[in-house]
């Protein structure tokens, strides 16, 4: 079965940091690109990054470039997203989401992980 | 950046027929992806490529693509149906995966 578990959501402090992760089983890692997407309280889906197969390509929303940073391990089936700078605005449910190739563009996500819950606050 | 316009609410009587939009500048020159999420849930694919349906998801649900709309219909809707529903793209000159705004289906 395809699983995709999140990990390391919390409460932080605003310009604190945390790292969130995501452990993959059930299929192929490193032959999938893989995405973060999050979901603020009561709010639509907003994309986060993404990061191709091999980490060659790697994309990010305009509202998280330079305080985020998407990595993956595929020895250990992992993806991770190092939050730096965090926001009021950043609280949200964060979502890992497989994609559907191995190149980080015009993909469908599928499956998605169950969340972690970022929240930001003083 | 490109823009994905939804509407905020469909209503719909069961055993009907839910349409909803998902509108576009040129969307259907882009592969459009749909997803349902119910509360409390993550979000769960329900058609890929325009009209492609996942194992698992009914023939009830199905999608199209043309002009500067794609819309995603529910065939004989039931109650369990009742969720929002998301539609995305890849936009290619930014780099940016988009989702629309969400669209909450409400079953009378």
């Known amino acids: 079965e395809v699983q995709l578990v999140e990990s390391g959501g919390g409460l932080v402090k605003p310009g604190g940091s945390l790292r969130l992760s995501c452990a993959a089983s059930g299929f192929t890692f490193s032959s999938y690109s893989m995405n973060w997407v999050r979901q603020a309280p009561g709010k639509g889906l907003e994309w986060v990054s993404s990061?191709?197969?091999?980490?060659?390509?790697?994309y990010y929303a305009d509202s998280v470039k330079g305080r985020f940073t998407i990595s993956r391990d595929n020895a250990k089936n992992s993806l991770y997203l190092q939050m730096n700078s965090l926001r009021a605005e950043d609280t949200a449910v964060y979502y890992c989401?497989?994609?559907?190739?191995?190149?980080?563009?015009?993909?469908?996500?599928?499956?998605w992980g169950q969340g972690t819950l970022v929240t930001v606050s003083s | 950046s490109y823009v994905l316009t939804q509407p905020p609410s469909v209503s719909v009587a069961p055993g009907k027929t839910a349409r909803i939009t998902c509108g576009g500048n040129?969307?259907?020159?882009?592969?459009v992806h749909w997803y349902q999420q119910k509360p409390g849930q993550a979000p769960v694919l329900v058609i890929y490529y325009d009209s492609d349906r996942p194992s698992g998801i009914p023939e009830r649900f199905s999608g199209s693509n043309s002009g500067n709309t794609a819309t995603l219909t529910i065939s004989r809707v039931e109650a369990g149906d009742e969720a929002d529903y998301y539609c995305?793209?890849?936009?290619?000159?930014?780099?940016?995966?988009?989702f629309g705004g969400g669209t909450k289906l409400t079953v009378l």
């Open positions: 995305q793209v890849w936009d290619s000159s930014s780099d940016h995966q988009v």
């Open positions: 989401a497989r994609a559907s190739g191995a190149a980080a563009g015009d993909n469908w996500f599928d499956p």
């Open positions: 040129n969307i259907g020159s882009k592969s």
């Open positions: 990061i191709s197969s091999s980490s060659s390509y790697i």
